[in-house]
């Protein structure tokens, strides 16, 4: 995961000290990324494997590898209250969740066109979908969580530049903090609906319907 904090210090400026914040909503933007598909099909099943994630099955045919990244920023609103204090909170906050790429590989021995290249692309590509749709069909859940999570931030007060900026780093990683069950969530999902296609039932279904392996 990465965070990027843009502290802009936007000081609403009064001649008079003012003892309370003025409390705003913050704005909210979520993009998800569906990713570049990418196959590669120049590599054997034992070269592949030795680079996968997670220890495969022998009965793998193909391999979909992706990575499930999260881009946080956010933007602050400083009010300045005079004789030196500050009111600290967050004006704005951006998340990008979703993958770059996915590399689907195909054993090299099986070339396109033929009955088994088609039938481990069409398997890979079951997985393809399945992370790419879970970006469409979460995004209103993320940004909902994220609203709640803005929502439970309290405008705090600062008597410095430097304390305005731990506080405003504070309340962005907690609200990163308060969002992860909902992106642990999200990948157990993805896991769960990958796991159906990729059962000795699943993988006995799909050799069955060519004969060169």
Known sequence: ??????????????????????????WVNVDTQTGTVRYITHLSKSEFLRNAPQKMSPNTLGLTVSKLG?????????????????????????????????????????K?????????????????????????????????ALETALSHIEPEYAYSSAQAQQIFNRQFNRVMREIQPLIDHINNKIAEKNYIIDTPESYAETTALCNNW
Do not use: W
């Open 112 to 144: 396109p066109g033929s009955c088994e290249y088609e039938v481990v692309k069409e398997h890979e590509n079951y997985h393809v979908r399945v992370s790419q749709e879970a970006m469409m069909f979460f995004k209103q859940d993320i940004e909902q």
């Open 1 to 26: 995961m990465k965070y990027g904090l843009a502290l802009l210090l936007c000081l609403i400026l009064s001649g008079k000290a003012n003892a309370f914040c003025r409390t705003i909503t913050p």
């Open 70 to 110: 999260i881009t946080g920023s956010a933007e602050p609103e400083i009010q300045y209250l005079g004789s030196g204090s500050f009111c600290v909170q967050i004006k704005r906050m951006d998340l990008t969740i979703g993958y770059k790429t996915l590399d689907v590989y195909i054993d090299k021995k099986y």
